[in-house]
């Protein structure tokens, strides 16, 4: 059984930091491996890309969070981190993360919450 898992979010303040972790089962990870995502979805609005990561390891992001997001793969743990930096209360919502395979299915988290307060 796939399971995928965020883990993180909190309750900062304007400036603060946060590192969102997402683990993924070490059975997608493999060979069956395509990328990865990071989401968002604030109140009332849309879910949106905030960064992704290619099967080779190329990082992507939005304009919001380049120079303030860092995503990273931690293979030895099969989790994807996203560091974040310098917070701003736009970017509270929940955050997902979503595991592409090869096979043309793509698999989602619950969600981890994050509050960015003023």
């Known amino acids: 059984q796939v399971q995928i898992m965020e883990s993180g979010g909190d309750l900062v303040q304007t400036g603060g930091s946060l590192t969102l972790s997402c683990e993924a089962s070490?059975?997608?990870?493999?060979?069956?491996?395509?990328?990865m995502g990071w989401y968002r979805q604030a109140p009332g609005k849309q879910r949106e890309s905030v960064a992704a990561l290619s099967r080779d390891g190329d990082t992507d992001y939005v304009d919001f969070a380049k120079g303030r997001f860092t995503l990273s793969r931690d293979k030895d743990k099969n989790t994807f981190n996203l560091q974040m930096n310098r917070l701003k209360t736009d970017d509270t919502a929940v955050y997902y993360c979503?595991?592409?395979?090869?096979?043309?299915?793509?698999?989602w988290g619950q969600g981890t919450q994050v509050t960015v307060s003023s």
């Open positions: 979503k595991i592409k395979t090869v096979w043309g299915k793509d698999y």
């Open positions: 070490s059975s997608i990870l493999g060979f069956s491996f395509n990328g």
